[in-house]
């Protein structure tokens, strides 16, 4: 980050508060003009600062009411269960996020579900089943305070 000046920091916390930005609105809001703009955010997406562009879709409006956060805990610590358990992870459209964490669990899953009685069923017909799993323990999101905050800059 330290090849990156005031302008470069302010470009990237616009997008990062709007990717849907125009050019013309990123050049306004950082203070240069249309052309130094784009060719700086070129350069911050060829440099890797900026990964993708994607769009936050509404849970609730998708009928997903339940968000819960399971602890994994594996009885055997191999190596090749572990890659087979996380690749079958990033097959699963509804683990939203997956981490593998020290402590007492080995991995934490941030999981949407329609109801509770959805989220029960997956808990047991797909999460018990994953490679190496001995022990889940889940934790359920009563209320959002904040969500997909961006990365500090500065």
Request: hydrophobic content about 35%; some cysteine; overall charge negative.
């Given at each position: 980050m330290n090849d990156l000046d005031k302008v470069d920091l302010a470009i990237l916390a616009a997008l990062q508060n709007d990717g849907r930005m125009s050019n013309a609105r990123l050049a306004e809001t950082v203070g240069l003009s249309?052309?130094?703009?784009?060719?700086?955010?070129?350069?911050?997406?060829?440099?890797?600062?900026?990964?993708?562009?994607?769009?936050?879709?509404?849970?609730?409006?998708l009928g997903y009411g339940v968000v819960a956060f399971v602890y994994v805990r594996f009885a055997v610590h191999d190596r090749a269960v572990a890659t087979r358990f996380e690749r079958e992870v990033l097959a699963i459209p509804r683990?939203?996020?997956?981490?593998?964490?020290?402590?007492?669990?080995?991995?934490?899953?941030?999981?949407?579900?329609?109801?509770?009685?959805?989220?029960?069923?997956?808990?047991?017909?797909q999460l018990r089943s994953l490679p190496g799993v001995t022990s889940l323990e889940s934790a359920l999101s009563l209320r959002e305070v904040k969500a997909n905050g961006g990365l500090p800059l500065g």
């Open positions: 249309e052309t130094p703009c784009a060719r700086r955010l070129k350069r911050l997406e060829n440099d890797g600062y900026i990964d993708q562009y994607r769009a936050m879709l509404s849970r609730s409006a683990i939203l996020s997956c981490h593998n964490v020290s402590g007492s669990a080995d991995y934490i899953l941030q999981i949407v579900a329609r109801d509770l009685d959805d989220f029960g069923t997956f808990l047991r017909d």
